[in-house]
Each structure stands twice: as structure tokens, then as C-alpha cells.
């Protein structure tokens, strides 16, 4: 039985891990050209280290061994998120196609599913399972593909988890409190060392694991509101950001006539350094949306129906206003540089 001081020490576990091995993991993929090198399709300039998805694996399973009892289901978890760990690794090292990562992420998911990870809103086992995978899947993918700016991915994540363990902690779920605080001091451990300056990037090893691991969270924690439809909200308006983004992605590639899967700075925090912010500034924004967002779910958590409903009305709003402005945004920009290339080709 998790106590208040498990989640105390199971933050602070996580944080020192990561702090301590982030250097350890910088140090070993340079000596193995465990490298992140540079290509027109990334932000960065020069080659970078990967492994640091694997310090806050380390991290986070480190706050868990030594602050809470591993049940069936967190067994599940964890072991999903070693199935990602080792996705990821392949992956930073070789690559691998989309279809086959696919694959083992809903492989991960129905593990955790068949351990007892479940959606406890739908009643029919497979029905349930489907919307399960989905989920998880889902959210997997799109920490996956926010992980485009430094320190960007690790900072929702830690944002995301700050927000459910308060929850949590203040319903008194405190294995779900004490496992969203590790994951969260890891993350925090995690970007001293890729944020603003990235001395180190977490790869695929880590978007992955941090995703899944978030998407399980936002399942198995406690957040029941008088309105169910409400309680179904928390987490995704928690999670909106990478929900966003990711929906903003495929929209963009579908107008442009690409596949979903192919790489590009199309992702929000692209369109923003397009406008004139510089990267550091663009990050900062969107930790600062995604803390409002957090807000929006206490609101809706803890407030009267009425003021959680009005707070979910406003929330979704303006998600649905920013994206169509950066979506417009990047249109007019990308057309301006066709045009200045077309004019380019005539004159040349």
C-alpha cells in the first residue's frame, strides 16, 4: 500500500537516476557513434548522442523498484515499455519501417492490456481492447513525433505528468501518483541535459517509452467527475498538445498530397520558428499551452459541472483556433517560397 512519502521519494529517485545517468548513457553512445547526425528534414546541426531514452527508462523504473508494490498491471506496463526500449534502440541504430513499429507498439499495448490494463468505461472485453490499443497506440506515436525541438517531448511529458499526479495524489491514488512522479523526475532529470542546449537526445528509445508510458497512466488513474463524459475528457485535455500536434501533422501531409509517415518540419513547433520565434522561445510556448491545458483538467477535475464543462468548451476552442491559424500560417509562408523559387528558376 503506497503512501503520500512514495511519491515524494519515488520524484526524487527518478530526478537523481536521470541526473546521474544522462551523462553516463552521453558518454557510452559516444564512444559506440551512438549519433543523431544531422539531415535536412532536422533541426539540429551537428551530431548528437543518442541513449538518452534509456536514462530515463532507468530513471523512471529505479523510482519504481524503491517506492511502490508492482502489481499485475504495472507489471504489464513496464513490461511494454521495455518492449518500446528495445524498439527505440533498434531503431535510433539502424531504423526500422513504420509498419513493423507499429506492430510491436500494438504488441506492447495488448500486453499491457492482457496484464489488466483497461479503459473501465466499456464493458465488452474486445470492444474494450480495441479502444485500449488505440489509445495507447495512439499516444505512443505522437510523443514519438513531438520529439522535433530540443528539450520539447521531455517537457510536455513532465508538464502531462505533473498535472495527473496531482490529481491523483489529491483522490489519494498514490501508487498512480507515485508512478506519474518518477516518470516525471526522470523526464525532469532528462532535460537538464537536452534543454536549451541538447547535449544529448533521448531518440525514438525515449519518445516511445514516455508516450506509452503516459497513455497507461491517463488509463489506469483516477479521474471520475459527477459527468462521465467529463472524466473521459481529463486525460485527453491533459494530452492535448501531442494530440494536436499529431492531428495537425497528418492534416498538413494529406493537403500536401505526402504520406502520414514521412518526415518534415510540419510539426507546430516548426510553423512557429517559421513565424520569427526562435526555437528556445517556440518550446517555451508550448509548455506554456500545455500547463494551461493542465489547468483546464483541474478545472474540470475539481469544479462545479458547470464551470469543468465551460472549461473543456474553451480548452477545445482554442486548440481548434491555434491550429487552423498555424495551419493557414505555414500555407502562406510555404507559398511565398514557391513563388520565390519559381521566380528564382526564371531569372536563372
Not at 72 to 94: K, Q
Not at 97 to 109: D, G, H, S
Not at 302 to 314: E, K, Q
Given at each position: 500500500m503506497s503512501t503520500s512519502w512514495d511519491v515524494v521519494g519515488s520524484f526524487f529517485i527518478g530526478l537523481v537516476a536521470a541526473l546521474g545517468f544522462t551523462p553516463f548513457m552521453r558518454t557510452i553512445a559516444l564512444k559506440t557513434n551512438y549519433l543523431d547526425h544531422p539531415e535536412k528534414k532536422k533541426a539540429h546541426l551537428k551530431a548528437?548522442?543518442?541513449?538518452?531514452?534509456?536514462?530515463?527508462?532507468?530513471?523512471?523504473?529505479?523510482?519504481?523498484?524503491?517506492?511502490?508494490?508492482?502489481?499485475?498491471?504495472?507489471?504489464?506496463?513496464?513490461?511494454?515499455?521495455?518492449?518500446?526500449?528495445?524498439?527505440?534502440?533498434?531503431?535510433?541504430?539502424?531504423?526500422?519501417?513504420?509498419?513493423?513499429?507499429?506492430?510491436?507498439?500494438?504488441?506492447?499495448?495488448?500486453?499491457?492490456?492482457?496484464?489488466?490494463?483497461?479503459?473501465?468505461?466499456?464493458e465488452d472485453y474486445y470492444i474494450c481492447m480495441f479502444f485500449t490499443v488505440f489509445w495507447v497506440v495512439g499516444i505512443t506515436n505522437a510523443f514519438n513525433l513531438l520529439d522535433n525541438l530540443n528539450g520539447l517531448s521531455s517537457g510536455i511529458a513532465a508538464i502531462a505528468s505533473f498535472f495527473f499526479c496531482v490529481i491523483a495524489f489529491f483522490s489519494k491514488d498514490y501508487t498512480t501518483a507515485a508512478f506519474t512522479a518518477g516518470l516525471m523526475g526522470a523526464c525532469l532529470g532528462f532535460l537538464r541535459y537536452n534543454f536549451p542546449k541538447a547535449q544529448i537526445f533521448m531518440g525514438d528509445t525515449g519518445s516511445l517509452v514516455i508516450g506509452f508510458l503516459l497513455s497507461c497512466i491517463a488509463v489506469i488513474g483516477s479521474w471520475e467527475t459527477e459527468i462521465i463524459s467529463l472524466s473521459l475528457a481529463i486525460p485527453i485535455i491533459i494530452l492535448a498538445y501531442p494530440i494536436f500536434d499529431t492531428t495537425l501533422v497528418t492534416v498538413i501531409r494529406i493537403r500536401e498530397g505526402r504520406s502520414i509517415f514521412q518526415g518534415g518540419k510540419d510539426h507546430s513547433s516548426h510553423t512557429l520558428s517559421m513565424m520569427g520565434l526562435k526555437k528556445k522561445r517556440a518550446v517555451l510556448i508550448i509548455?506554456?499551452?500545455?500547463?494551461?491545458?493542465?489547468?483546464?483538467?483541474?478545472?474540470?477535475?475539481?469544479?462545479?459541472?458547470?464551470?469543468?464543462?465551460?472549461?473543456?468548451?474553451?480548452?477545445?476552442?482554442?486548440?481548434?483556433?491555434?491550429?487552423?491559424?498555424?495551419?493557414?500560417?505555414?500555407?502562406?509562408?510555404?507559398g511565398l517560397k514557391n513563388a520565390k523559387n519559381k521566380r528564382s528558376g526564371k531569372t536563372g
Open positions: 548528437t548522442p543518442l541513449l538518452g531514452g534509456c536514462a530515463i527508462y532507468i530513471g523512471f523504473m529505479a523510482s519504481l523498484l524503491f517506492s511502490v508494490d508492482i502489481s499485475r498491471p504495472l507489471l504489464g506496463i513496464l513490461i511494454g515499455a521495455t518492449m518500446l526500449l528495445i524498439l527505440g534502440l533498434i531503431d535510433d541504430r539502424m531504423g526500422m519501417l513504420p509498419e513493423l513499429k507499429l506492430c510491436v507498439q500494438i504488441l506492447a499495448a495488448l500486453t499491457a492490456f492482457k496484464f489488466g490494463l483497461r479503459v473501465t468505461t466499456i509548455f506554456g499551452i500545455c500547463i494551461l491545458l493542465g489547468t483546464s483538467g483541474l478545472l474540470i477535475r475539481y469544479s462545479p459541472s458547470a464551470l469543468g464543462i465551460t472549461a473543456l468548451a474553451v480548452t477545445v476552442t482554442g486548440m481548434l483556433g491555434f491550429g487552423l491559424r498555424l495551419i493557414n500560417v505555414r500555407q502562406n509562408i510555404v
